[in-house]
């Protein structure tokens, strides 16, 4: 499966984004699938995902901010971002696993990977 990462930009503190991720050559719906970010010089983080069963897992630093969801009819994952901080500013990236590891927090287990999306926030 390709991903395809969109909507990242600058924003100001306290805004909102929507950032998409459209899958092709597969179905999103078949994936657990995730979103991660690379602050700049720093290590890739997790920062949500969801099931099959369109159940979610957050990491804690965006609960309550961030959703994520899925749209199976244009096969795209999305991930709502709302009063976003500076510490929020990052590459981000979505990532499909096609067998669920029971550890979404890690990179190694996702198969495919997008390419990433600059997201800026301006204090």
């Known amino acids: 499966v390709q991903l395809q990462a969109s909507g990242g930009g600058l924003v100001q503190a306290g805004g909102s984004l929507r950032l998409s991720c459209a899958a092709s050559g597969g179905t999103v719906s078949r994936y657990f699938m995730g979103w991660f970010r690379q602050p700049p010089g720093k290590e890739r983080e997790f920062v949500a995902a969801?099931?099959?069963?369109?159940?979610?897992v957050y990491a804690e630093h965006v609960k309550g901010r961030f959703t994520i969801s899925r749209d199976n009819a244009k096969n795209t994952v999305y991930l709502q971002m709302n009063s976003l901080k500076s510490e929020d500013t990052a590459v981000y990236y979505c990532?499909?696993?096609?067998?669920?590891?029971?550890?979404?927090?890690?990179?190694?287990?996702?198969?495919?990977w997008g390419q990433g999306t600059q997201v800026t926030v301006s204090s």
């Open positions: 969801i099931a099959w069963s369109r159940s979610t």
């Open positions: 990532a499909a696993d096609r067998n669920y590891s029971g550890n979404p927090y890690r990179t190694d287990p996702y198969d495919y």
